[in-house]
């Protein structure tokens, strides 16, 4: 029993030529990117650029390991003819000389085929769907990431305790696999960071924004960019605007023109002086806080209006992204793991890359399956590449085992249900106290 045991064990451990990290992120693209950064290693080092860059990855992976930890476990780590291995110390100057540009160039490289390869199929109307939204990451409290990075100020005499990074990100809507992304210091409002993101965009697609994203600059140059790359937003409550047609006889259909602002010509003296666009509206409101309308650029009648609403609210599970990331990928904990600038961009590449190659196989379990990949757990794909890693770390270094189908079969196991309709309408929660309150019941 137990020699089959062993037999077991050794082929599981095997290297396979077609594994995840070996297909899916090949060497010759980490070279192109040193090369591209003037970063790869002109002499055998016991750690080599190529593999730093795959540290930066499994730090993403492995939060709850510490970096000496992920480097051995891995086995990503030479040694030389008298079997000394890589000292600690080693470490953080292999990734100073790394910086983080090979691994943002990397990220770029990999996000365009990557989304290319999994999306260009999944299409509503003939557009590819995107979405932008926003988040912040906490850093060390040390002065020079203070300065750089900046505290979010509450008031003039109160801000947050550690400096934020905030980070923009233009992802896939149904794939959620990330496009492309802008984050640095927190003192920069996510619209800036969203215009920065403009260069990213694709002909014949639809980008769904938040409603806080609204913005004549940001909206009227996202079209731009390509004529055909259109988006979509909530009204919000304080815009104003005149009617110019109305499309359907309820009045709910509508093509309305805006001012736009001195302050948006003074920063883009391209822009006009008032613009248009679709609006369409809600039968009526369910709630107090409901939306009112959509407004969208999408203003050919192909585009029935229950169409516009009804892929709006596809938008509003995007921001469970940001949660894989921060709660399953790097374990709720409240601050990253580097103390300086250059670590903390290098970290959150990583970090990055990591998710896209999480998503990136979610997605192919998906197809495999027939379903959603909205409907693979994160977490139990996670945790499978997460012990396939380690696997093959016993024979070959770096490289998720050979396994490849049997893991994507077991993954298939953790299938989420169909998410049900929403039996009541959304209220806000009470808060928790022990205190006694006033009854909301009585009258």
């Known amino acids: 029993m137990l020699a089959h045991w062993l037999i077991d064990v050794d082929n599981f451990a095997s290297p396979d030529s077609l594994s995840l990290f070996q297909k899916e992120l090949p060497l010759e693209w980490i070279n192109q990117a040193l090369d591209e950064t003037n970063k790869a290693s002109m002499r055998r080092r016991k750690l080599p650029a190529e593999l730093v860059v795959w540290l930066l990855v499994g730090i993403g992976l492995y939060r709850d390991r ?21 000292a ?15 691994l943002k160039a990397l990220f770029s490289m990999t996000a365009q085929h990557w989304s290319k390869a999994e999306d260009s199929e999944d299409k509503w109307f003939g557009l590819r769907l995107f979405s932008v939204d926003g988040t912040q990451f906490r850093t060390h409290d040390t002065d020079a990431l203070a300065q750089h990075y900046q505290y979010l100020k509450h008031s003039q005499t109160r801000h947050t305790e550690y400096p934020v990074v905030r980070l923009c990100a233009l992802c896939s809507l149904r794939s959620r696999l990330l496009h492309d992304v802008a984050f640095g210091s927190s003192s920069t409002g996510e619209i800036n960071y969203a215009k920065q993101l403009i260069s990213s965009t694709m002909p014949d697609s639809l980008t769904i924004f938040d409603r806080c994203y609204l913005s004549a600059e940001l909206m009227i140059n996202w079209q731009r960019e390509h004529g055909s790359s259109h988006w979509m937003t909530p009204v919000k409550s304080n815009t104003k605007y005149e009617i110019i047609r109305q499309l359907d006889d309820e009045g709910r259909d509508l093509i309305v023109e805006m001012n736009v602002s001195q302050h948006a010509q003074k920063q883009d003296p391209s822009l006009p002086q008032k613009w248009q666009a679709r609006l369409v509206l809600y039968p009526e409101q369910e709630q107090p806080n409901h939306i009112k309308g959509i407004l969208t650029s999408l203003t050919d009648s192909q585009y029935e209006p229950q169409s516009i609403l009804d892929v709006y609210f596809e938008r509003w599970e ?16 409240l601050l990253l793991r580097s103390q300086s600038i250059e670590g903390v961009e290098q970290e959150i590449w990583g970090i990055l890359i990591a998710y896209n190659l999480v998503r990136l196989e979610i997605s192919r379990i998906a197809k495999e399956a027939e379903v959603s990949p909205l409907r693979i757990s994160f977490m139990m794909a996670l945790r499978d590449i997460q012990d396939e890693l380690m696997w093959c770390a016993i024979a070959s270094p770096g490289s998720i ?12 196991r953790y299938i989420l249900p169909k998410r049900k309709k929403r039996p009541k309408s959304r209220t806000v929660r009470i808060s928790k106290t022990r205190y006694p309150v006033k009854s909301k019941h009585l009258k």
């Open 401 to 412: 085992p050979k396994k490849l189908r049997a893991m994507r079969e077991r993954v298939k």
């Open 66 to 86: 510490s970096i000496t930890d992920v480097l051995d476990k891995l086995d990503l780590k030479l040694s030389n003819a008298l079997g000394e291995s890589v």
């Open 318 to 333: 995007v921001e469970n992204s940001y949660e894989e990331i921060k709660h399953d990928m790097l374990e709720d904990e």
């Open 88 to 102: 600690p110390s080693a470490i953080p100057q292999a990734r100073k000389r790394l910086t983080a540009e090979p």
